[in-house]
């Protein structure tokens, strides 16, 4: 079984910076299948990267997603108001996992 | 664009079975693998299962002796059922779409907003 373990819990930060998120998976997998959500509470979850890097549909540029191997990081560039939320991510495929998420709290 | 909707009761009593229904609208429920996903009050993302638009089932090892999906294309719904529910079931409930037609990657998109059973006396 695949471990993703999320860091940090919580990211407190401003608007206008710059969020890094990772993700460790306890073993190697592939990048392929490797995704992001964004979760605001009393929302429905939203697909913001999958394949590691690919920006699902409607996702700003400046939302990326990087890594490979066990280490993969989220980044948004400058943080909008509406980027305040919990992120999860997610191993795909095969083998179905979540991380227990981060939350970028103002 | 494609939105689901869950429905069902909010309060289930223990040892009895949830019911819940995702109504897709926006686009037809043909040719993807539909999923129930819950979140336990504080703990991480689970999933449940998933199925076909044409009946075929897939549900996650450890609820499957309590877990019943099913499909009805005519009313583009699918709607998951667990028996026997005790407090630990407890959780909000989403149901969600696998990303592409005719693959269950586990990739889901979109998601409904999710809705919440307590499992209560």
Not at chain 2, 48 to 54: D, E, K, L, P
Request: proline letters at 5%; hydrophobic letters at 30%; glycine letters at 10%.
């Amino acid at each position: 079984e695949i471990v993703l373990t999320q860091s940090p819990g919580t990211l407190s930060l401003s608007p206008g910076e710059r969020a890094t998120l990772s993700c460790r998976a306890s073993q190697s997998v592939s990048s392929s299948y490797l995704a992001w959500y964004q979760h605001k509470r009393g929302q429905a979850p939203r697909l913001l990267i999958y394949g590691a890097s690919s920006r699902a549909t409607g996702i700003p540029d400046r939302v990326s997603g990087s890594g490979s191997g066990t280490d993969f990081t989220l980044t948004i560039s400058r943080l909008e108001p509406e980027d305040f939320a919990v992120y999860y991510c997610q191993h795909y495929g095969s083998l179905l996992t979540f991380g227990g998420g981060t939350k970028v709290e103002i | 664009q494609v939105q689901l909707q869950e429905s069902g009761p909010g309060l289930v009593k223990p040892s009895e079975t949830l019911s819940l229904t995702c109504t897709v609208s926006g686009g037809s429920i043909d040719y993807y693998y539909w999923n129930w996903i819950r979140q336990s009050p504080g703990k991480g993302l689970e999933w449940i299962g998933c199925v076909y638009y044409s009946g075929t089932t897939n549900y996650n090892p450890s609820l499957k002796s309590r877990v019943t999906m099913s499909v009805d294309t005519s009313k583009n719904q699918f709607s998951l059922k667990l028996s026997s529910v005790t407090a630990a079931d407890t959780a909000v409930y989403y149901c969600a779409r696998d990303r592409l037609p005719y693959q269950n990657l586990y990739l889901f998109d979109p998601w409904g907003q999710g809705t919440l059973v307590t499992v209560s006396s």
